[in-house]
Nanobody, 122 residues
Framework: QDQLVESGGGLVQAGDSLRLSCAAS????????MGWFRQAPGKEREFVAT????????HYADSVKGRFTISRDNAKYTVFLQMNSLKAEDTAVYYC???????????????WGQGTQVTVST
């Protein structure tokens, strides 16, 4: 069974950029919409961004719109999240997952991985 591994997190200053990667071990996820979620300390996991299986449509949470860009390279089984103009409130563990929409909410198909920590200092 293909798995997803997130990477690219780190400690940065406010205003900096980071690029997260979500790598699959095979092509299973190429046929799925993919999404990024995040969970800050003491808060519930929240939706960040999604992209359709072929990359022709994307959706973003209002809090990241205009700053974050989701993309994918199906030839490399990888989904990316380019994060610019980072803010302290972007500090969280970031997770990726195959997603579908149910009752107006993006829901993960697969179980969560370990995620990658993003810490933004001021």
């Amino acid at each position: 069974q293909d798995q997803l591994v997130e990477s690219g997190g780190g400690l940065v200053q406010a205003g900096d950029s980071l690029r997260l990667s979500c790598a699959a071990s095979g092509d299973t996820f190429n046929n799925y919409a993919m999404g990024w979620f995040r969970q800050a300390p003491g808060k519930e996991r929240e939706f960040v961004a999604t992209i359709t299986w072929n990359g022709d449509s994307t959706h973003y949470a209002d809090s990241v719109k205009g700053r974050f860009t989701i993309s994918r390279d199906n030839a490399k089984y990888t989904v990316f999240l380019q994060m610019n103009s980072l803010k302290a409130e972007d500090t969280a563990v970031y997770y990726c997952a195959a997603v579908y929409k149910a009752d107006g909410r993006w829901v993960n198909f697969n179980s969560w991985g370990q995620g990658t920590q993003v810490t933004v200092s001021t």
